[in-house]
């Protein structure tokens, strides 16, 4: 399973602080269909903002 799940969260992007109740209920439904999020030896961007006053950050995961 893939795609641009547009949470962001440090369980899968280490420059971001905080972590939300959605990346829980994400990962549930992954669980439930017996996934595991498959991590990226390099952390790779995947968001890119516009916006300087905000980061670019990781939201495309992919569960196998």
């Not at 972590?19 to 990962?27: E, G, Y």
């Not at 595991?36 to 030896?41: D, F, K, M």
Request: contains cysteine; proline residues 2%; hydrophobic residues 35%.
């Amino acid at each position: 399973m893939a795609g641009n799940f547009n949470i962001k969260d440090r369980k899968w992007d280490s420059s971001y602080s905080f972590h939300i109740s959605h990346s829980d209920s994400l990962i549930e439904v992954a669980n439930s269909f017996e996934l595991e999020l498959s991590s990226s030896i390099h952390q790779i961007l995947t968001c890119y903002t516009d916006n300087p006053n905000n980061s670019n950050s990781v939201i495309d995961l992919i569960f196998l």
